[in-house]
């Protein structure tokens, strides 16, 4: 079984990945941490000392590499589908699956933990709903090209195991 998951930041990537990995008995990677750990850096500094190029042909390089397993669940960042070539390669690879709560619940989220994440860190609390939506927007056609859609905010693994016994 190989599986990607696509979604914005905060639609439950990383803990839902981590949990069908678990469940499926596949080795899991969350790219974003992949990246850090190659580089020995967060994303911010990376972004900051190396630039956004940079950054997205690591991420292309990794994705490549991690997909080339037998088995695997990968967590891929929330721009990682934003080059054609990568959402391409994970549909070419494996199962695609767009994570795709609502914008409150996504909202929500963000809010709680902001500080973890360097794109709203410093936005009031109330422009986070508006900075997903306008994201997305740009985001959704290539989010679309998955395989697999979930767009509930209540999911549970069976949600997943319904959605891959049909794919």
């Not at 950054?55 to 390089?61: A, G, I, P, V």
């Not at 997903?132 to 209540?154: M, T």
Request: charged share 30%; hydrophobic share 40%; proline share 4%.
């Amino acid at each position: 079984m190989k599986i990607f998951l696509l979604g914005f930041m905060g639609a439950g990537k990383s803990f839902w990945g981590k949990q069908l990995a678990d469940h499926y008995q596949l080795p899991f990677y969350d790219l974003d941490e992949v990246i850090v750990q190659d580089e020995a850096m967060t994303i911010s500094d990376i972004f900051a000392n190396k630039g956004e190029d940079y950054f997205r042909q690591k991420e292309s390089n990794l994705l490549r590499e991690l997909s080339k397993q037998d088995k695997f669940l990968i967590s891929c960042g929330g721009g990682t589908p934003c080059l054609q070539e990568n959402i391409d390669l994970m549909n070419g690879r494996g199962v695609t699956i767009w994570l795709h709560p609502s914008i409150d619940v996504m909202a929500e989220r963000l809010v709680r933990k902001k500080y973890k994440r360097p794109l709203i860190a410093d936005m009031p609390d109330e422009d986070v709903a508006d900075f997903i939506e306008r994201k997305l927007s740009e985001r959704a056609p290539f989010y679309g090209q998955a395989q697999l859609i979930i767009n509930q905010d209540d999911i549970s693994l069976d949600t997943f195991t319904e959605k891959l016994a049909d794919a």
